[in-house]
């Protein structure tokens, strides 16, 4: 099959870091006689260099066109680059805000792994830790309290704000299927997390939500209030697989359960919308202080287009031979500096592109 990939380098680490994923990628194309077609997007920094602003009408239009997107990062040191002079709405960060809304993606998708040989990176007890643990945090992105009504006024002569979070059972449900659809991919448990012993809208989602489930036989749901689930993340991580939650939840839950895999550079994500297009970038950002020394760490990209593989394009073999050559690697004592410890044989952000895509 051909696969038209918009690929987006960016600023900073991301042109070093989409290198090793192309690499990767290829050697999966060579493997399992997939073509992979790359068009290179500008967003970011070099877009405002290049053209004025972060993302022009036409880049957008060429991710749009594609069967996915491929993100590295954007953004620089906001002391030195001189793109955060600049009107909010034409910085960088813009851009990628932009290229969200364009390609209305509305389901965040956040994997909190531990791989074995990273283990004495969590910050959590041994025991805690047992077998390790693999979920994903699927966050709804564009309803609840960042998008609701907001104002702040005078009420009795003290200054009173205001924050609304609105959900309608449309925007519930196709975050639900998301998640099920997900979750059939992998060990078949949602847990539907919210607050519904306070929140009209969580009352809401969880009837929603169970509805949805009744297309779902297969796949577990459970429910789960958000106080409990935070402690729940650091007390048992291993009993989750998928978590299913609105914007505000998962926006503190993912970087909650980002904090216990230990190192950023490992960090996938995705963005998803109604169709298979999808929007793939590593959690981190541009990581100015390291940029064109060879000092980044690609997995979290590499992982980020195993999910492209698995989400997009439904390859699921060739992302579980993505996903095996990065734990071979690790296995056999590779470390980009971010995870370097005793032992291991340090490598470039090259080297670790090449190991990877020599193991597929
Ligand atoms: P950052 O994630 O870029 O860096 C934080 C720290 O982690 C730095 O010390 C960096 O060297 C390190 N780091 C990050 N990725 C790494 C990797 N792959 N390998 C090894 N080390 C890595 O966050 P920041 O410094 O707060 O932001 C830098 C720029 O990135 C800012 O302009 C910010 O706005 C932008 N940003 C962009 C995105 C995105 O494109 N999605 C996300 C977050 C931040």
Not at 41 to 55: E, H, N, Q, R
Not at 168 to 181: D, G, P, T, V
Not at 236 to 242: A, E, I, R, S, T
């Amino acid at each position: 099959m051909e696969y038209n990939i918009a690929v987006i380098p960016g600023d900073g680490i991301g042109p070093e870091i989409i290198r090793e994923a192309r690499k990767v990628l290829n050697a999966i194309g060579k493997k399992y006689g997939h073509s992979f077609k790359y068009t290179e997007v500008l967003m970011g920094g070099v877009s405002i260099d290049a053209t004025g602003v972060p993302l022009t009408e036409e880049a957008l239009r060429t991710c749009q066109r594609s069967d996915s997107v491929l993100l590295g990062a954007v953004g620089g040191d906001v002391g030195k680059s001189g793109w955060y002079d600049i009107a909010p709405n034409l910085r960088p960060e813009a851009g990628l805000l932009a290229l969200r809304k364009g390609l209305r993606l509305f389901a965040n998708i956040r994997p909190a792994i531990l791989f074995d040989e990273l283990k004495s990176a969590c910050p959590l007890r041994e025991d805690i830790i047992g077998d390790g643990f693999d979920f994903v945090v699927i966050r709804e992105l564009t309803g609840g309290l960042y998008f609701g009504d907001r104002w702040t006024k005078e009420i009795d002569g003290l200054r009173t704000a205001t924050d609304t979070l609105v959900y309608n059972e449309k925007e519930i449900a196709r975050i639900a299927r998301q998640a099920f659809e997900i979750a059939r991919k992998r060990r078949k448990k949602v847990c539907s997390v919210d607050k519904a012993n306070v929140l009209d809208s969580s009352r809401l989602w969880r009837q929603v939500t169970k509805e949805v489930a009744k297309d779902y036989p297969d796949v577990e749901l459970t429910d789960m209030l958000v106080d409990n689930c935070a402690m729940q993340i650091v007390r048992n991580p291993g009993q989750f697989d998928v978590i299913l939650t609105e914007n505000m939840f998962g926006d503190i839950l993912s970087d909650e359960a980002s904090m216990i895999t230990g190192s950023i550079g490992m960090l996938a994500s995705a963005s998803l919308g109604e169709t298979k297009l999808g929007l793939y970038e590593p959690s981190h950002g541009s990581a100015p202080d390291i940029a064109g020394r060879n000092k980044a760490n690609p997995i979290a990209t590499v992982l980020s287009a195993a999910m492209m593989l698995r989400y997009s394009f439904d390859l699921d073999k060739e992302a579980d031979m993505v996903e095996s050559a990065v734990k071979k690697v690790l296995k056999k004592g590779y470390r980009t500096i971010d995870i370097m410890s005793g032992g291991c044989t340090l490598v470039g952000t090259d080297e670790m592109g090449d190991l990877i895509a020599g193991e597929v």
